[in-house]
């Protein structure tokens, strides 16, 4: 899940313990594998396609799409990265973090702009996303993928392409990696912290 969107619910120096695997590393990979042709049939080929990762989660997916679509395509898809901490609407409510580097391999203008990340959860990050690609160029049009769909949405924003819908409590966390999809609680850490929790610790 996105640093952005964790700071919503999770405690200060907190780590993620995880409760239940909703996916494991075969649904994961069967999401993707669903995803990408969805995409594919959506945009009828992948002619003028873009995959944009959202940083930092969201660019594994748009790699990992890229593997599927490709050779079913029979040529490589553009495969960029889009760091939002500047475009977020919160800029002066808490500090401003910035991820990674913004890298975009290709003209955006005219292009299928398929925005990827691991968690839709308020939709804040997206509309931060939309307005960075504004500024980079005009696509044809821009459509969202993601691993996880776990509602509570501030904004009217749904994507076109999901792993998995998980109706959560917005206390809860939610963490995908490429090994699987985890749901769990943020705790604090410290001496008393033990067991799963350490080896789920929140980094920047």
Known sequence: MGQRERALVS???GAFRGRVVVMDVG???????????????????????????????????????????????????????????YYRDDIGLRPVLPVAATEIPVDLDGAMVVLCDDVLFTGRTVRAALNALCDLGRPAAVQLAVMVDRGHRELPIRPDFVGKNLPTRRGEMVDVSPDGVMLGE???????????????????
Do not use: C, F, Y
């Open 186 to 204: 943020m705790v604090e850490t410290g001496p008393a912290a033990e067991g799963p929790a350490a080896e789920w610790q929140v980094g920047e």
């Open 27 to 85: 649904d994961v990979q069967r999401a993707l594998w669903r995803i990408a042709h969805e995409v594919l049939e959506h945009n009828r080929g992948a002619g003028e396609l873009v995959l944009v990762g959202l940083q930092t989660g969201g660019v594994w997916i748009a790699k990992a799409l890229a593997e599927v679509i490709g050779p079913v395509a029979g040529a490589p898809v553009p495969v960029g990265s889009l760091d939002v901490a």
């Open 11 to 13: 405690p200060p120096g």
